[in-house]
């Protein structure tokens, strides 16, 4: 691990999760009072009658905005996108978002692996992928996309998940450019593009 | 992954030979479903695949039945059917007679939804519904009125979260893992073939509904078919989209009014 690697140039941070990634999310995005220009795209598996649950909580909790995705949307730096449920979630060439309710993978829709490649083919290396907490396969070939397009990746340490499959998953097929618990992750984003070498 | 030079191709292709053009669909959406095809199919290398699209207009089809997204069920967002339910509906029935258009039906599962609700609003005798889609193979489903048993459990809590109050198992029959939905629903009902990227307007209508269809397509595409549906609207008519679609990106919305929370927008002149 490059543990004091400093990313620059970041266009997008995106956040994946499932079961337990929620109370990660809770801890870290109310922390964040202010970005330095890039994007935060969450994508995480949860039940189409917790729609609005999420957006509520941090529209109230955390200080960026949370823009509401509806599809092409364009892609701003320093607001807050979550996946709705129910959609995957893409990445156009224009720097917008579009949506799309094709079969689920890894039996979930949003599949974070479904956006994770998606944004890496468009963001390249300016991209961060964060895989948090979840008892499920997805994500990990989302990860991979995003280290062979030349981006970043951070996996939650398994230990400090409420649900350690999904990172161990990871971390056993890949290898990730930092491997951190919450209150490390929270800094890492913290000091995405601070310094501009 | 395949390459975007091997889908420009691709679409190039399609449009020299079949003559449809996927050049406007959503580009991400595009390039996975034809990669899924793509492997799904066992090929390896593109240009197999490209000839095979070429010289077999029996393989094209199913490559196009593949790559558009046919997902759908019945009752979809029940929250949109309630507002139908309440609000639209109620309106419409002022009128001698009513214009429906599904654009982008699919399997029609939206279409018998919307007949349930004017049935019970004492509605359909004076109703037309016309259930459009490019894709012929999920009209000829459509056309049958018969869907998965399994999926009926979700479909009647979906009903009854929209506000039915019917036994569900009222609307079909059910017979060997299939629900054949009763035939009076399917009565006012005329099935056709539309594109929405080359076809024109072909009546007027008091209500469109065309839901998760924009989705696919970029914004220059959603631009032409919003503007087609303007011009297939009647003065005070409704336009439902799906619940992550909106029209402010293709149309000055000083026409339109949007009701409540939903995707439904009321064209005011
Ligand atoms: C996801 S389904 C939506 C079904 C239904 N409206 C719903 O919301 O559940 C999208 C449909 O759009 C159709 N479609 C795609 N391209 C089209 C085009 N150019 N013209 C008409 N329909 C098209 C597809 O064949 C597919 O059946």
Redesign the pocket.
Known sequence: MEENKIITGCKVIIIGGSAGSLYALIQILPEIVKVNSFAIVIVVHRKSSDEQTLEDLLTLKSKLEVKPVEDKVPLLPNYIYIAPSNYHLLFEKEETLSLD?SEKINYSRPSIDVSFESAAEVYGSSLIGILLSGSNKDGTLGLQAIQAAGGTVVVQNPLSAEMPFMPNNAILNMTPDFILNVQEILEFILSVNSTEI | MIEDIELETLINDVYEYYGFDFGS?SKASLKRRVNRIFHLDGFTHFHDFLSKVRTDPEYYKKMVDEI??????MF?DPSFYMVLRKEILPLLGTKPFIRIW??????G??VYSMAILLKEAGLLHKSILYA????AT?LETAKKGIFPLRMIKDYADNYRDSGGQQDFSNFYIANYGFAKFNEDLAEKMVFSQ??????NSFNEFDLI?????LI??DNKLQQRVINLFDDSLAILGFLAL?TKETIKYSISTSKYKQIEKEKIWRKIK
């Open positions: 309710t | 669909y558009t997204v046919n997902v759908t069920e979809r599904h654009a982008g039906c699919s399997t599962e939206e459009t889609d490019v894709n999920v539309h594109n929405l990227v080359s076809d509904l065309c839901r998760n269809v696919y397509f799906g």
